[in-house]
């Protein structure tokens, strides 16, 4: 049942996930959430994986944040339930060990945007629009917010925005760094289209290292992250990829991956 609200296709290993609830803006209530969950587990077991787009239904949202209506009569408890789910599942998605590409069309608020946040690229529709818009109602992010937007916009950006509950446009989201390309819908699936083909012809152990390293050194000190990338530079020569990406250049042609 929770399935069905969250539609896969899978194009040679490039999955493309579409949250659809459009009725209610592809708003996450816990179902949409469980079967994200579902989803992302069945991803990480995936070897031939190369690339995952993550997008919502329809024109108009991408998704308008966590369910309001769900949320509304939650005590402490349940509260704490609601977020522990959604925050795993969210982590789950940061994780997957390929570049996870959110495909913005409309509404990015709250939850939504903490669902963006977790994602390696975001590109978003030139009709988009972000926010956490959580103090307006009373609370604040719930979803990882706090914390992974002053990770990519700066602390006060971010304060700006969590503690102010202003809607921004496409045009801000991309001048603070919150989205990586932004276009009209009509440019929006080829572009993505190509972006992920690009994403996916690449060596696919190299992409899953490069994504390795920039996510697990973030967190480490410079000496140990600069460690960690010289561990992981060194498996490549492990494997064939290395050795076909180089003779590919060599030979004067395409390397086959
Ligand atoms: N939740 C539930 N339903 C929603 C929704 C949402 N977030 N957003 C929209 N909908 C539903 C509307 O109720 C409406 O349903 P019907 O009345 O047709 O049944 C339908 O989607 C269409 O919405 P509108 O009629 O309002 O459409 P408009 O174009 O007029 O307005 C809007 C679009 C996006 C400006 C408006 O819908 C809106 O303001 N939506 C709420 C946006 C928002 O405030 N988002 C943040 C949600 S709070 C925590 C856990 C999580 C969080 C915090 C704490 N803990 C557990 C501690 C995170 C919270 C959030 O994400």
């Known amino acids: 049942m929770s399935e069905q609200l969250i539609e896969m296709q899978d ?84 994780t997957l060990p390929v570049p996870v590409v959110a495909l913005v069309n409309g509404f990015c608020l709250g939850g939504g945007c903490e669902l963006a946040l977790a994602c390696d690229w975001a590109v978003a529709s030139d009709n988009a629009v972000f926010g956490q818009p959580e103090v307006l109602l009373g609370v604040i992010p719930g979803f990882g917010g706090t914390q992974r937007l002053p990770r990519r916009v700066g602390p006060a950006m971010a304060l700006d925005l969590v503690t102010t509950g202003r809607k921004i446009d496409a045009q801000e989201a991309l001048s603070i760094g919150l989205v990586n390309r932004v276009m009209s819908q009509a440019e929006l699936e080829d572009y993505v289209g190509e972006l992920t083909r690009q994403l996916g012809g690449n060596g696919p152990q190299a992409v899953r290292g490069a994504k390795q390293a920039v996510h697990d050194g973030m967190d480490q000190d410079l000496d140990s992250a600069l460690a960690l990338e010289t561990s992981l530079f060194a498996l490549c020569f492990a494997g064939e990829e290395q050795q076909e990406g180089m003779s590919a250049f060599v030979e004067k042609r395409k390397p086959n991956f």
Do not use: C, H, W, Y
Request: charged share 25%; no cysteine.
């Open 11 to 94: 194009n040679a290993g490039v999955v493309r996930l579409t949250i659809n609830r459009p009725q209610a803006l592809n708003a996450l209530n816990s179902e949409v959430i469980a079967g994200l969950e579902t989803v992302l587990v069945e991803l990480e077991a995936r070897d031939d994986l190369r690339a995952v787009l993550i997008t919502g239904a329809g024109e108009k949202s991408f998704v308008a944040g966590a369910d309001i209506a769900e949320m509304k009569d939650q005590t402490p408890e349940q509260a704490r339930a609601f977020a522990g789910q959604a925050l795993r599942t969210i982590k789950r998605l940061e």
